[in-house]
């Protein structure tokens, strides 16, 4: 199962980017959705959960101001970042995990990242 990430940018603060994260490949289910970021020399974070029954958890240096979604029948998720910081900047990256049906047709598990979306927020 493959992510592709999209919708990283430059914005001033106090500005808004949308990103989007789409699973593709040859799946069966997911379970929960998630978006990560990593700032220059930080340990990646969790930033926001979605789970398959629409169970929605944040980061308290988020609450507030990004907002999690998934569209499943595109199996994709979005993350809507309001009120942006400069100490948002970092890379974003999408995770998913689920089940896959193999090419011979078995049921296996997976958790797959996309390859990340850098946001640049200038003060």
């Known amino acids: 199962v493959q992510l592709q990430a999209s919708g990283g940018g430059l914005v001033q603060a106090g500005g808004s980017l949308r990103l989007s994260c789409a699973a593709s490949g040859n799946i069966f289910s997911i379970n929960a959705m998630y978006w990560y970021r990593q700032a220059p020399e930080k340990q990646r974070e969790l930033v926001a959960t979605?789970?398959?029954?629409?169970?929605?958890n944040y980061a308290d240096s988020v609450k507030g101001r990004f907002t999690i979604s998934r569209d499943n029948a595109k199996n994709t998720v979005y993350l809507q970042m309001d009120s942006l910081k400069p100490e948002d900047t970092a890379v974003y990256y999408c995770n998913s995990d689920g089940i896959y049906r193999s090419s011979s047709g078995v049921l296996s598990p997976f958790d797959s990242w996309g390859q990340g979306t850098l946001v640049t927020v200038s003060s």
């Open positions: 979605i789970t398959s029954g629409s169970r929605i």
